[in-house]
Antibody
Framework: QVQLQQSGPGLVKPSQTLSLTCAISGDSVSSTSAAWNWIRQSPSRGLEWLGRTYYRSKWYNHYAVSVKGRITINPDTSKNQFSLQLDSVTPEDTAVYYCARVKQLAESYFDYWGQGTLVTVSS | SYVLTQPPSVSVAPGQTARITCGGN??????VHWYQQRPGQAPVLVVY???DRPSGIPERFSGSNSGNTATLTISRVEAGDEADYYCQVWDSGSDHPGVFGGGTKLTVL
């Protein structure tokens, strides 16, 4: 059974960096079939895919154009987890953030999700 | 980028059949996935690849996809099915490949 456990602060000041971590159990961040994603949800933007990381002999990252330039997703193989960093946040980045797994890149659905973290951007 | 359109709400009486649609340009050529989200909880996958159900999802949940419309059908609706439902596709090659519909609130009368 795969479990994704999120951690990180719920309040970030404008212009600072949002940082969240997703710890994986029951699978490996270095899996050569899975991909590890970040998705956020807000009333104004709905569910929004932000990006993913995956390993296929080397590490790959793909990011949504809406956050490209501000987003970094990093794997941490020593702790079997991956992280999200979103720079220069504004109140529009206030949302519930989820990590989620895609079991196989050939598939495109998110079969396991973290519990979600409400991040509020406010001074 | 690719757009998925869902009705904001659907209402159905217990025991009846609910149909939630997801519209998109030639969506029949894509694999459509459906999620159920109860208040305060993360989304849960209920149908993937148009018609398949993950382990543990009741047979009452089924899906179809053709032309410009995909449909999630919930038979013999129960009070516990009341939730938001989202469709999702992967639009490969797009600047924003992970696409979700706006969601449909299913109300059980």
């Amino acid at each position: 059974q795969v479990q994704l456990q999120q951690s990180g602060p719920g309040l970030v000041k404008p212009s600072q960096t949002l940082s969240l971590t997703c710890a994986i159990s029951g699978d490996s961040v270095s899996s050569t079939s899975a991909a590890w994603n970040w998705i956020r949800q807000s009333p104004s933007r709905g569910l929004e895919w932000l990006g993913r990381t995956y390993y296929r002999s080397k590490w790959y990252n793909h990011y949504a154009v809406s956050v490209k330039g501000r987003i970094t997703i990093n794997p941490d193989t020593s702790k079997n987890q991956f992280s999200l960093q979103l720079d220069s946040v504004t109140p529009e980045d206030t949302a519930v953030y989820y990590c989620a797994r895609v079991k196989q890149l050939a598939e495109s659905y998110f079969d396991y999700w973290g519990q979600g973290t409400l991040v509020t951007v406010s001074s | 980028s690719y757009v998925l359109t869902q009705p904001p709400s659907v209402s159905v009486a217990p025991g009846q059949t609910a149909r939630i649609t997801c519209g998109g340009n030639n969506i029949g050529s894509k694999s459509v996935h459906w999620y159920q989200q109860r208040p305060g909880q993360a989304p849960v996958l209920v149908v993937y690849d148009d018609t398949d159900r993950p382990s543990g999802i009741p047979e009452r949940f089924s899906g179809s996809n053709s032309g410009n419309t995909a449909t999630l059908t919930i038979s013999r609706v129960e009070a516990g099915d009341e939730a938001d439902y989202y469709c999702q596709v992967w639009d490969s090659g797009s600047d924003h490949p992970g696409v979700f519909g706006g969601g449909t609130k299913l109300t059980v009368l």
